[in-house]
């Protein structure tokens, strides 16, 4: 059956990219660009939290930066400028995702066991596992990118497996169940942890709340924007071969669209996560009122 004709985007896709992609753009970038100014030059001491924070924020500027080239790159050819910025675009999107869970199992260590925090946790080793994880998903993509052109060129800025195989079901896996899972699993369990805590003023029980509802944001955040992506993966991977042109047809708009969906979510990370973290309030108070933080005020985010 030939369906080559239905992977081309349709020209209201190419619309919605345009419409949506370019006010992401701008936003995201200066949301981005704030928070690793304060990241990185504002505060004077740097912790677990801030080093997860700014490699976040790096990652959804580098993912920023390919989306200019997926609304204007319309080739079907996969030429090596084309590779190259494909493959960051995959990359900083699963770091993305990668980042964000390793925050809510940091946040589940530090609040569940306070005192093996002490042991488990350190600056070091936290730029370590970022390191590690930027070492792994750059041999990843670029080891799948080699193995599927080499099968199949396919289009520019599409899936990194444009046929059944075993790199797309990895993507559903390992780039999103495995990630959901952990993230789901840390965030109930604080939730359960902070409202058993007993005989706390009134003030202390706003700061609880406060903190649950940034919780429950931050995964509502992670399902609304990276599921209907991946459940487009899978469609698309458990279909491929039986469907006919018009589901395929339909499968392929339903991954564009989610795709859109998941592309938002490097603007929306400035609010899960940058903007209500405690050091990032405080070095912004500084830097509107251009006094140093004390090193004491340094403080983690829930």
Not at 68 to 72: E, Q, R, Y
Not at 162 to 169: I, Y
């Given at each position: 059956m030939n369906c080559s004709n239905l992977t081309s985007e349709n020209h209201a896709v190419h619309?919605?990219?345009?419409?949506?992609?370019?006010?992401?753009?701008?936003?995201?970038?200066?949301?981005?660009?704030?928070?690793?100014?304060?990241?990185?030059c504002r505060l004077t001491k740097w912790t677990e939290t801030r080093i997860y924070m700014t490699n976040l924020a790096i990652t959804d500027c580098l993912f920023l930066f390919t989306l200019?080239?997926?609304?204007?790159y319309r080739t079907d050819h996969m030429d090596k400028l084309c590779i190259v910025l494909?493959?960051?675009y995959f990359i900083n999107r699963y770091m993305s995702i990668f980042l964000i869970t390793v925050i809510a199992l940091d946040r589940y260590i530090a609040v569940r066991y306070p005192l093996q925090a002490k042991n488990v946790r350190s600056p070091l080793k936290s730029a370590l596992v970022c390191g590690l994880f930027w070492i792994l998903?750059?041999?990843?993509v670029c080891i799948s990118k080699y193995m599927n052109d080499e099968e199949d060129p396919g289009i520019c800025f599409r899936s990194i497996s444009?046929?059944?195989?075993?790199?797309?079901?990895a993507i559903v896996i390992w780039g999103f169940l495995i990630p959901l899972i952990i993230l789901?699993?840390?965030?109930?369990?604080?939730?359960?942890?902070?409202?058993?805590k007993k005989n706390v003023d009134l003030h202390e029980e706003k700061l609880i709340q406060k903190a649950i509802k940034i919780i429950l944001a931050n995964m509502t955040t992670f399902i609304i924007c990276f599921l209907p992506l991946h459940v487009a993966y899978f469609i698309?991977?458990?279909?491929?071969?039986?469907?006919?042109?018009?589901?395929?047809k339909q499968n392929d708009l339903f991954l564009n669209v989610a795709a859109i969906?998941?592309?938002?979510?490097?603007?929306?990370?400035?609010?899960?996560?940058?903007?209500?973290?405690?050091e990032f309030q405080e070095a912004s108070i500084d830097l509107r009122t251009q006094h140093q933080v004390p090193e004491n005020q340094d403080t983690e985010m829930v």
């Open positions: 619309l919605a990219q345009t419409f949506i992609y370019v006010p992401v753009f701008f936003t995201g970038i200066i949301l981005n660009m704030l928070a690793l100014r304060v990241f990185c200019p080239f997926k609304l204007v494909e493959a960051a998903m750059i041999s990843i444009r046929r059944p195989s075993v790199h797309s079901f789901s699993f840390c965030s109930i369990q604080i939730i359960k942890k902070l409202t058993r698309q991977f458990i279909e491929f071969t039986d469907a006919s042109c018009a589901k395929r969906l998941a592309n938002i979510n490097c603007c929306l990370d400035a609010f899960c996560y940058y903007f209500v973290s405690k």
